[in-house]
């Protein structure tokens, strides 16, 4: 079983800043990718950023100079510093992770989710 669990998500001002966290956990072979995806209220979900084991980074337009997603690999574990933060930032955020467990077949797996809620 492998589990992705998140922390760091709340309520703050626009302008402010907020950590978010997600340990991978479980029967682990390698993991090719973390990430982080945001859901807005009717909207889809859509990646917000994504860095790969090999430390390659990509970031949706709207959050360029203003997100920075890192990564422990050792303890298999996403980070996403966001600062600036807007109104249109608030949603779900959901951490996404590509890996293989042990059985080395490629799975994709997600977070139950943490609100991130910015106020104007």
């Known amino acids: 079983q492998v589990q992705l669990v998140e922390s760091g998500g709340g309520l703050v001002q626009a302008g402010g800043s907020l950590r978010l966290s997600c340990a991978a956990s479980?029967?682990?072979?390698?993991?090719?990718?973390m990430g982080w995806y945001r859901q807005a209220p009717g909207k889809q979900r859509d990646l917000v950023a994504r860095?790969?084991?090999?430390?390659?980074?990509n970031y949706a337009d709207s959050v360029k100079g203003r997100f920075t997603i890192s990564r422990d690999n050792a303890k298999n574990t996403v980070y996403l510093q966001m600062n600036s933060l807007k109104p249109e930032d608030t949603g779900v955020y959901y951490c996404n992770a590509i890996l293989r467990p042990l059985d080395w077949i490629l799975k994709e797996y997600w977070g139950q989710g943490t609100q991130v809620t910015v106020s104007s």
């Open positions: 479980g029967s682990i072979f390698s993991i090719n990718a």
């Open positions: 860095i790969t084991s090999g430390g390659s980074t």
